[in-house]
Every structure is written in C-alpha cells, then in structure tokens.
C-alpha cells in the first residue's frame, strides 16, 4: 500500500497525462488558428478523427502563448 503523499503524486501523474496526452503534439503554426483568449496566431493543433469516417476530422488547438485548449470539427 502507498502512502498518502504517494497516491497524491500518483493522482496528479496520472491527470497531467490524461490533460496532455489526448492528440500527438505539432510544431506551432503561425497564421492559421487565433487564439480566442490572447489573440495571438500561434497555436499548435492536431486533426484525430474522432467520430465515423463520413464525418470531418476534429481539430485540436493549444495556444503555445496562453495554454488555451478548444477543438472543432
């Protein structure tokens, strides 16, 4: 059995690889997505189809500025 502290640490592992693992990461692209919240142009993103093959891709953008995180299809 782990200690308290240990299970916190475990805990806090494991939600900071479930935040930032969700999509492969990319270079930050200048000029194709606006950040909503800080308005500067460089975000990273990445397209994961995530529902059926008929549908269009997701796309998932963090602003390397800011930390903001929004997706759409």
Excluded: H
């Excluded at 194709?32 to 990273?44: A, H, N, P, S, T």
């Amino acid at each position: 059995m782990a200690s308290a502290e240990q299970k916190i640490a475990d805990d806090k592992i494991t939600a900071d690889a479930l935040y930032n693992g969700q999509v492969a990461k990319a270079e930050p692209s200048e000029g194709i997505f606006q950040c909503g919240k800080c308005k500067l142009w460089k975000v990273r993103f990445a397209m994961a189809q995530t529902r059926s093959g008929d549908e269009p891709m997701t796309v998932f953008c963090t602003c390397v500025n800011c930390g903001n995180r929004w997706k759409f299809s």
